[in-house]
């Protein structure tokens, strides 16, 4: 029975691995034969996000729109644009919004610095409590009696025994 | 006390951000083409598929460009507003025929009324591209001299046609 159940989920495995990605072998694929360009392509698409499933590249999303920003970075780059200049060109039409790494500017400025920010105020809790509790124990010495007693306790003579 | 009042605090901030946050809407992207120049195109009218109509010929006129398609649902939710206000002659309103069959796109100006002047069409979707769509419907008021002044992303709601649109628009023509 476990043979059996262990061959029945080795087959599933097997037939999920084999199964081709087929949602993305249709145009994922860079069409130039040029690799050095294939890989820019590859590059800036990943760097772009897709508008319409906000949190995806335009190379990972299959929305249509993603489709086409894939074929304008193409052609761009065929035509021999720059990469900062098809940047530019998303951006000139979509906004920042369509970079995946926001640039740093006024309207940025917590989004980059927060983190920051929250780690800062982070470490100035932790010191202020820190210190807060090196101050806590009373710093007034021990009476000569409680000295006694602790003195007799670590040296294994409890008082008790003794009366 | 104080210490009671501090989470207290930190948690209504939070309450804060929270609120406002949900109230927000992620699939609004400010668009950075307001008040900029509309991207010029020359495309072919859908109904009279041998004529043009370029931005240039609008110079002049406030007009609203009205991205649209058959295949898009939330088009037929604004529609009836813009058959309204197509019948009003208020403003021009030219239709961009977005990534569409022509086809189908005059059988559903057909079923349910054509409120536009001029629709034209962008077959593959590049002039929407220069327009910065990415979401159909999508509405630009664009003034006299050619420069964007307002984009309704989503169906044009009497709400926004009421109070944001129709008095821009008005505005404009004074100008």
């Not at chain 2, 406002?20 to 668009?31: D, F, H, I, Q, T």
């Amino acid at each position: 029975m476990i043979r059996f159940a262990a061959a029945l989920l080795f087959a599933i495995i097997a037939a999920t691995l084999a199964l081709p990605p087929a949602a993305f072998a249709a145009d994922a694929v860079p069409t130039e034969k040029d690799p050095v360009n294939s890989a820019r392509a590859v590059k800036l698409t990943e760097e772009l996000r897709c508008l319409v499933c906000q949190n995806q590249t335009i190379a990972d999303s299959n929305a249509e729109l993603a489709v086409d920003l894939r074929r304008q970075v193409r052609e761009q780059i065929d035509a021999g644009k720059t990469d900062k200049e098809i940047i530019d060109y998303m951006v000139g039409r979509y906004g920042d919004f369509v970079l995946y790494r926001p640039p740093v500017k006024g309207t940025t400025l917590l989004l980059w610095g927060g983190p920051a920010l929250l780690l800062l105020t982070g470490i100035g809790v932790i010191v202020v409590v820190l210190r807060g509790r090196q101050r806590m124990p009373d710093a007034t010495p021990l009476s000569a009696e409680e000295r006694a007693r602790a003195e007799a306790l670590l040296a294994g003579e409890p008082k008790k025994e003794q009366s | 006390m104080a210490k009671f009042l501090i989470p207290l605090g930190l948690f209504v901030v939070l309450l804060a951000f929270l609120f406002v946050g949900l109230g927000l809407n992620p699939r609004e992207v400010p668009s950075p083409l307001i008040d900029k120049p509309a991207p010029a195109f020359t495309l072919a009218q859908l109904h009279e598929p041998g004529k043009t109509l370029a931005t240039a010929d609008m110079k002049g006129r406030v007009w609203l460009l009205n991205v649209w398609a058959s295949w898009c649902v939330s088009c037929r939710e604004e529609h009836p507003l813009l058959v309204e206000l197509g019948r009003a002659k208020l403003v021009p309103i030219v239709g961009l025929n977005y990534k569409d069959e022509p086809l189908a796109g005059l059988r559903w100006l057909g079923q349910l009324g054509n409120p536009y002047d001029v629709s034209v069409v962008d077959r593959d979707g590049r002039v929407g591209i220069d327009f910065g769509v990415y979401g159909v419907p999508e509405t630009f008021v664009i003034d006299k001299q050619g420069t964007i002044r307002y984009k309704q992303i989503g169906p044009v709601t009497a709400e926004a046609l009421e109070k944001k649109i129709l008095p821009l628009v008005r505005e404009l023509q004074k100008s």
